[in-house]
């Protein structure tokens, strides 16, 4: 992996630019930290205004586990599209699919409330379960046993029916609708949808390595947090690095050197 802000790493962003390109992002973890209670957590007043002079200049797209109605007031800033439940919500075109995954979910929630489960995951202090409509999460981060919430959580989703394809992200267990989409399958279709030549797409967590893993030659892939094993091209160190790499893009969109002191007004975003 490569640091995305060396001045080589940045020739090759600036090529990303060229053309019509889409910049891509997931939430959590890579525009918002990462916080104990998800309902707390915040973008930076200086990043959203970034994101919102990006996206006046070009697509922009925010991939995310998160419901779209969750998602969408944390922004502050209109993305072209926003995609939730990883994929399986939002995807222009795909809205027959996506009433489909949420009538399994539906489903799949009604069998966990039955009341055969009252002294299986129930009775276990610490464990969430997440209703977003598209896609279910079980949360066990508050478990004061960590390993053993995901074992039984693991043995009760293998008898669900249908079967859910378990996307596993910090402590929490994902249920995905079978042939729903990831997000790199939503990245995919939104390349196709928007006639955007390239892209960049950043994220940090392991449902953003089915991004990475594709490989796809138009895409840029960053991750937020280097790691040896992630597929991703390049990484940032921190999410201060994020907002380095949002102000730099603007200034290429506007080309721009960076930092361009003399016309420092006309490059800030958040002068826009
Ligand atoms: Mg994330």
Redesign the pocket.
């Known amino acids: 992996m490569r640091y995305a802000l060396s001045s080589a790493s940045l020739t090759q962003v600036r090529n990303t630019l060229s053309g019509r390109p889409m910049l891509a992002f997931?939430?959590?973890?890579?525009l918002a930290p990462?916080v104990a209670e998800p309902w707390r957590a915040h973008i930076s007043d200086e990043l959203r205004a970034c994101l919102r002079s990006l996206a006046a200049r070009t697509p922009v797209a925010i991939i995310?586990?998160r419901a779209v109605k969750d998602a969408r007031p944390m922004l502050g800033f209109s993305p072209h599209y926003l995609i939730g439940n990883h994929g399986a919500e939002g995807i222009p075109g795909f809205e027959r699919q996506s009433t489909a995954f949420q009538r399994v979910c539906g489903a799949w929630l009604a069998e966990l409330s039955a009341t055969t489960d009252a002294h299986g995951w129930r009775a276990m202090p610490g464990i969430m379960l997440e209703d977003k409509q598209y896609s279910l999460s079980f949360h066990y981060r508050h478990a004061a046993r960590p390993a053993l919430a995901r074992q039984i959580l693991e043995e009760r989703v293998a008898r669900l029916v249908p079967r859910p394809d378990i996307v596993h992200?910090k402590r929490v267990l994902n249920l995905l609708a079978p042939d729903a989409p990831h997000k790199g399958g939503a990245l995919q279709s939104l390349l196709g949808h928007s006639g955007c030549t390239r892209a960049m797409y950043v994220?940090?967590?392991v449902?953003?390595e089915d991004v990475f893993r594709m490989r796809m030659p138009e895409v840029l892939s960053i991750r937020v947090g280097r790691k040896r094993k992630s597929a991703a091209e390049m990484y940032l160190k921190n999410q201060a690095d994020v907002v380095r790499l949002v102000r730099r893009l603007v200034a290429m969109l506007d080309g721009t050197r960076y930092p361009a002191r003399s016309h420092a007004a006309s490059v800030s975003p958040v002068a826009q």
């Open positions: 997931d939430i959590d973890g890579t990462i995310t586990g992200g994220g940090d967590d449902t953003d």
